[in-house]
Structures are given as C-alpha cells and as structure tokens.
C-alpha cells in the first residue's frame, strides 16, 4: 500500500487491517517508474539500458537489411509501453535512436567511428518516398498519447 495524502497514523491502521506491507513514492510498476512528479530521464535507465543490451546481443550477426528489421521490430517497440502512458523526455528519444543508428549502420561494435551512410531524417521517410521506414519515436510517442500539435 502506497499513501497519498493519508496522515501516518491512518496509514498504519490501514495497511494493519487490509494485511499488506507500506510502501512509498517513488516506485516502479509493470516496469514505468511511479511518482508525485513527472518522471526524469534517469528513471528511464533500465529501459535505456535494455534496449543497449539487445544491441549488442545480437546485431554482430546481421546484416544491415537484418539490422533494421531488428531496429523497427525491437528496439522501436521496447518503449512503445512507456510511451503509451508518458510523454517521453526529448534526451531518452535521442539515447534511444542513437542506439538505432548504431545498430543499423555500425552493428554491435559502439565505439566504431564508421560514419553513417544516410541522415537519421532520410531513414525515417517511408520506402515510398526513398527512405527505410525507420519508426520515428518523437511521432510515435505523440500519436500514442494523441498529442500531435
């Protein structure tokens, strides 16, 4: 049990009579972090660093038509959960698509200084229209919460 705007002693009596254990602000739930206040970009860190970890794991054996199958289909659908509930800080989109640019143009290995073959914009176009269809999360994350102005 978590308490918002109970006094202590109420708070004590409740969770004595219901059997639960007390609990506090901030918290983690289904894996979006809970508070009073909006949340910063470094409660977003194990999200962040999930999406690191795939990266790595596996794009060392793709090729790059792989590796952006492997960036649409996991590293863009990673957050789509925490974008559906919150407006997602500007700097955690950035990380994030860092991470994608990595894995499509330079694989597994992050310190490479292989430099990209396209602009990040170009990717995000359709196919339609020359581009590779990379999801763009500043859109996404908008449209999920229908907050596109």
């Known amino acids: 049990m978590v308490p918002i705007n ?3 002693e109420r708070f004590d009596i409740l969770s004595q009579t219901i059997g639960c254990s007390k609990g506090s602000l901030p ?7 809970l508070s009073l ?6 409660d977003y860190g194990p999200l ?6 795939r990266l790595s794991s596996v794009s060392s054996f793709l090729n790059e038509a792989s590796r952006l199958e492997l960036m649409n289909a996991v590293l863009s659908a990673l957050p789509t ?3 559906c509930t919150f407006l997602l800080p500007k700097t955690f989109i950035k990380q994030i698509d860092k991470f994608k640019k990595h894995c499509l143009w330079r694989g597994s ?4 200084k292989k430099p990209s ?5 170009l990717i995000c176009v359709p196919k339609d229209n020359g581009g590779l269809a990379a999801l763009d999360l500043y859109f996404q994350n908008a449209s999920l919460l229908l907050t596109i102005t």
Do not use: Q
């Open 6 to 8: 109970i006094s202590h």
């Open 27 to 33: 918290f983690t739930y289904l894996g979006l972090p």
């Open 37 to 42: 206040t909006r949340p910063l970009v470094v």
């Open 48 to 53: 962040i660093s999930k999406c690191e970890r």
């Open 81 to 83: 959960y925490a974008m």
């Open 109 to 112: 290995d992050m310190n490479s």
């Open 117 to 121: 073959k396209a602009a990040w914009p």
